[in-house]
């Protein structure tokens, strides 16, 4: 399978390094909106210009791209998707319904397939918590995010004018996690189950009561949410926030019997040591099921609950039967 990257940040990198680990899969290139001479890969991949895409159509099973919820992604999919088999990783829960329509329509009219949100929230957690709530319909779900640090939130800081550079940390309140895990199946407002922290790096002037306040009210990302903004230099932020951890819990406490006499409890958990690497595994899994998609003929656009397990894994259908069945 031949697979390209579109945009090399964290994500793009991550990817890179997830394909060497995938022998059935080539790396035909990056393709980058910056000057292809100034950006150097983890392993010699050649860099192309990301104007000049079009040109290796011929030449691409699978467009990786690795862009930004906020303002990338949006755009980029449903524009790539007419003319490649794509798959992103969109994280913005709330307008996930509209970036499918759209690119779902983008990648018909191409006649490609279009894989979208794919990650592990959304992603692997979205499935946990389809198939607990299917197990269990009598019952509630929860999901608890970090501590780590999330990458889509952080990209939305640094598009504010004036910020050089950020890091967001999702924090589970520990109360409300072990009041679920207790099986009492609390209600819980957003603001009960996360806090947010922001550390901030601004240009010299900028004016910081405006960039906290725009932080703190951004809809889909912080205005639900007990959010803090500490502003710090760049030295401070490299020194004690260069990492990219991240994980979190998927929960789902229900009762099953006469009754509901039983209550279960289901728990889905991970924890990272680089949230970009493992998202980017997980993109580079699912892209061989895009590619084996549209070698049956399948068009439009997709998301993790569309895809067979078997469709992700490199084994035979009898290999895995025999060896994880």
């Given at each position: 399978?031949?697979?390209?990257?579109?945009?090399?940040g964290?994500?793009?990198?991550?990817?890179e390094?997830?394909?060497?680990?995938?022998?059935?899969?080539?790396?035909?290139?990056?393709?980058?909106r910056?000057?292809?001479?100034?950006?150097?890969t983890?392993?010699e991949?050649?860099?192309y210009?990301a104007?000049?895409?079009?040109?290796?159509k011929?030449?691409?099973?699978v467009?990786?791209?690795?862009?930004?919820?906020?303002?990338?992604?949006?755009?980029?999919?449903p524009t790539?998707?007419?003319h490649?088999?794509?798959?992103?990783?969109y994280?913005?829960?709330?307008?996930?319904?509209?970036?499918?329509?759209?690119?779902?329509?983008?990648?018909?009219?191409?006649?490609?397939?279009?894989?979208?949100?794919?990650?592990?929230d959304?992603?692997?957690?979205?499935?946990?918590?389809?198939?607990?709530?299917?197990?269990?319909?009598?019952?509630?779900?929860?999901?608890?995010?970090?501590?780590?640090?999330s990458?889509g939130h952080?990209?939305?800081?640094?598009?504010?004018?004036?910020?050089?550079?950020?890091?967001?940390?999702?924090?589970?309140?520990?109360?409300?996690?072990?009041?679920?895990?207790s099986?009492?199946?609390?209600?819980?407002?957003?603001?009960?189950?996360h806090l947010?922290?922001?550390?901030?790096?601004?240009?010299?002037?900028?004016?910081?009561?405006?960039?906290?306040?725009?932080?703190?009210?951004?809809?889909?990302?912080?205005?639900?949410?007990?959010?803090?903004?500490t502003?710090?230099?760049?030295?401070e932020?490299?020194?004690?926030h260069?990492?990219?951890?991240?994980?979190?819990?998927v929960?789902?406490?229900?009762t099953?019997g006469?009754?509901?006499?039983h209550?279960?409890?289901?728990?889905?958990?991970?924890?990272?040591d680089?949230?970009?690497?493992?998202?980017?595994s997980?993109?580079?899994?699912?892209?061989r099921a895009?590619?084996?998609?549209?070698?049956?003929?399948t068009?439009?656009?997709k998301?993790?609950?569309?895809?067979?397990?078997?469709?992700?894994?490199?084994?035979?259908?009898?290999?895995?039967r025999?060896?994880?069945?």
């Amino acid at each position: 399978m031949n697979i390209a990257i579109y945009g090399y940040g964290n994500l793009g990198r991550g990817v890179e390094c997830a394909i060497r680990q995938n022998p059935d899969m080539a790396l035909v290139g990056v393709f980058t909106r910056r000057d292809p001479a100034t950006v150097t890969t983890l392993f010699e991949t050649p860099v192309y210009a990301a104007a000049d895409i079009l040109n290796y159509k011929d030449q691409i099973d699978v467009l990786i791209i690795c862009g930004g919820s906020a303002t990338d992604l949006p755009n980029m999919t449903p524009t790539l998707a007419e003319h490649f088999n794509v798959i992103d990783s969109y994280d913005t829960h709330a307008t996930i319904p509209a970036h499918f329509a759209n690119t779902d329509k983008a990648a018909t009219a191409g006649g490609h397939v279009a894989l979208i949100s794919c990650g592990w929230d959304p992603g692997m957690f979205s499935l946990n918590r389809l198939y607990a709530s299917a197990i269990l319909p009598e019952g509630k779900d929860y999901t608890f995010w970090g501590r780590g640090v999330s990458q889509g939130h952080s990209d939305a800081i640094r598009r504010i004018p004036g910020v050089i550079d950020a890091r967001q940390y999702t924090v589970p309140i520990e109360e409300s996690l072990e009041a679920v895990r207790s099986g009492s199946m609390p209600t819980l407002t957003t603001r009960q189950k996360h806090l947010r922290e922001c550390y901030v790096v601004v240009a010299d002037g900028a004016d910081k009561t405006a960039i906290e306040q725009q932080i703190k009210t951004m809809p889909n990302y912080f205005a639900d949410y007990d959010t803090t903004v500490t502003f710090i230099t760049q030295e401070e932020l490299n020194r004690d926030h260069g990492g990219i951890p991240h994980g979190g819990f998927v929960i789902r406490t229900g009762t099953t019997g006469v009754d509901n006499a039983h209550t279960h409890t289901i728990e889905y958990s991970l924890k990272l040591d680089s949230n970009p690497e493992f998202t980017a595994s997980v993109l580079v899994a699912y892209a061989r099921a895009v590619c084996r998609l549209a070698k049956r003929g399948t068009v439009g656009c997709k998301t993790v609950f569309d895809i067979a397990p078997a469709d992700l894994s490199p084994l035979s259908p009898d290999e895995l039967r025999a060896t994880m069945l």
